[in-house]
C-alpha cells in the first residue's frame, strides 16, 4: 500500500518487486489503527465505487482503493465471494494455513483470519525503509 515500514524484523518479499515485500500482520495492525481502529478500517479502506455489493463501498479516504475481489478457494477454476476481498500477510499458522486481511461488503471492520496457503488471495505489498 505504499507506506514506508521501519520494524525491525525478517521481511518476505515473496512475490513483490524489489525494495517490497509483504506485509505482516503487525503492519496491517498498525495501518487499522493509523486509519481510526480495526473496527471501521474497511470503511475508510474500501473503494468508494458501486462494485461493492449491496451498497457496501466505502469511502477511500485514504486512497487504498480495496476492491472486491472474491478468494479462489483450492480445487476451484475461478474466483469466489466477489462480495468481499482479502490480502495475504507473512504470518504463517503452520506449513499450509496463513493470515490474510479480509473486508466484507456488509461492514466497516477488518477482520484477520487463517486461510489455506494455496488458495487463491490477493496481496498489496509495502515499500521497504530506506
Known sequence: YGHKCSLQKKQIQGICPD???LPDSTEFAILFVTVGGQS???KVLKSA????YG???????YGFSALPTGVKPVGSSG???????AFW??????????????????DDNADMEFYVKNAGV???CVKNEE
Open 89 to 106: 500477510t507473512s504470518k504463517e499458522a503452520d506449513s499450509t494455513l496463513a493470515r490474510c486481511i479480509t473486508f466484507n461488503y456488509k
Open 40 to 42: 471501521k478500517a474497511a
Open 19 to 21: 525494495g517490497w515485500h
Open 49 to 52: 465505487t458501486t462494485d461493492w
Open 79 to 85: 474466483y469466489v465471494g466477489r462480495h468481499m476481498t
Open 122 to 124: 490477493p496481496i498489496r
Open 55 to 61: 451498497g457496501g463501498h466505502g469511502t477511500d479516504f
